[in-house]
């Protein structure tokens, strides 16, 4: 066995960034392991971008939109035929779902939502958030082969200069869902979601009522980022669930995380306390938001958000 298999999620013939980034980090370790970095997805189409972050061969099988069966099945067929060392998945909902799914049917360990890996002595390494976020595990995976889910916004997505399309391998792979796809929601246009933002500006109940949101997407729109909430504003029906962020919504690691109205619990924080600059704003001085801020503004969200996105708009029309 050698080699890195990368499972690629695309969109429009292009390989979405949580995909972009474990392809990143998946061919420093085929460097370090030794082998191809090769990739597997649903669209030839994809063979372009895969080629640019440094896949030798995309296996593509044309099986339309994610169903867990039948890319389980795909998956199982590439590694088969490439026998990777190591297999790697964006930690999307798809990649968290899959994993396991494929893992099961080829008796392999899987280390879930790391945000580091390495190749030491023959095994893959990887680092991983345990007890919500308040401790990190290292962990070595000793199967063969090894995967990971990759925590979105951990890796840097960095193509890797050669520019070359990947080459196209077909499989086929018999239609065994007994699943079927009835219905895709498309989030509102211009909505960016959560999962890959840059930046990612929060509503809590500090915000009363579902209309003041408005407030929020504000200045999440002015800064070019995502609407992200806390639970309680969930439960309340003022946002839906795919703004959730926390241990039952989503972990996220932007680089700006701006937390307006949300307390801090411990069950909000293991969902973005790994966020590369954390800003709060709450009215409550101990309020134990303020333990993870960077930056901390203490007053009343009514007033500062407001305040800000003129301030940001200002900034970028000069
Ligand atoms: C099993 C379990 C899983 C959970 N999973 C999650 C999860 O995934 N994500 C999550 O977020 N929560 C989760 N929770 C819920 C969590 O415990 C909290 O109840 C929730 O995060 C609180 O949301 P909040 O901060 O919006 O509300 P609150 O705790 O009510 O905080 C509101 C904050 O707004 C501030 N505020 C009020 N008015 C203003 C103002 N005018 N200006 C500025 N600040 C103001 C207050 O000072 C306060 O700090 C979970 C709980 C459990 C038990």
């Not at 082998?35 to 030839?44: E, H, P, R, T, Y």
């Not at 408005?214 to 002015?222: E, G, N, P, Q, T």
């Not at 070019?224 to 926390?246: F, K, L, N, P």
Request: charged share 20%; net charge neutral; with cysteine.
């Amino acid at each position: 066995m050698s080699g890195v298999l990368v499972f690629c999620e695309t969109k429009d013939g292009k390989i979405k960034k949580v995909s972009r980034e474990a392809l990143s980090i998946g061919r420093k370790l085929a460097e370090a392991a030794g082998g191809d970095l090769i990739a597997f997805a649903s669209d030839g189409a994809a063979a372009d971008d895969a080629g640019r972050y440094g896949a030798k061969t995309l296996y593509v099988a044309a099986i339309g939109p994610y169903l867990p069966e039948s890319y389980a099945a795909a998956m199982k067929q590439v590694i088969a035929q490439a026998q990777p060392s190591i297999v790697l998945f964006g930690g999307s909902s798809n990649g968290r779902d899959l994993a396991p799914r494929l893992a099961a049917k080829v008796n392999a360990g899987v280390a879930s939502d790391v945000d580091r890996l390495s190749w030491s002595g023959g095994k893959l390494r990887a680092r991983r958030p345990v007890y919500s976020g308040k401790a990190f595990a290292t962990v070595e995976v000793i199967s063969a082969p090894a995967m990971a889910t990759t925590r979105p916004n951990a890796f840097p997505a960095q193509e890797a200069g050669a520019g070359a399309a990947a080459v196209v391998a077909e499989i086929s792979v018999a239609a065994e869902s007994k699943a079927k796809l009835l219905d895709t929601k498309i989030p509102e246009a211009g909505e960016l979601s959560i999962a890959e933002a840059d930046i990612i500006v929060s509503g809590g109940r500090g915000l009363k009522e579902a209309a003041n949101f408005s407030l929020i997407r504000d200045l999440a729109h002015a800064l070019g980022g995502a609407v992200g909430a806390s639970r309680a504003t969930v439960d309340a029906g003022w946002i839906d669930h795919q703004h959730q962020v926390g241990q039952t919504g989503r972990v996220v690691s932007p680089n700006l995380y701006i937390a307006a109205g949300v307390s801090g619990a411990i069950q909000h924080l293991a969902g973005m306390s790994s966020s590369k600059h954390i800003v709060a704003i709450n009215k409550d001085p101990e309020a134990p938001i303020f333990r993870v801020a960077d930056l901390g503004v203490v007053g009343d969200l009514f007033q500062v958000v407001p305040a800000l996105t003129e301030e940001v708009k200002r900034a970028k029309a000069h």
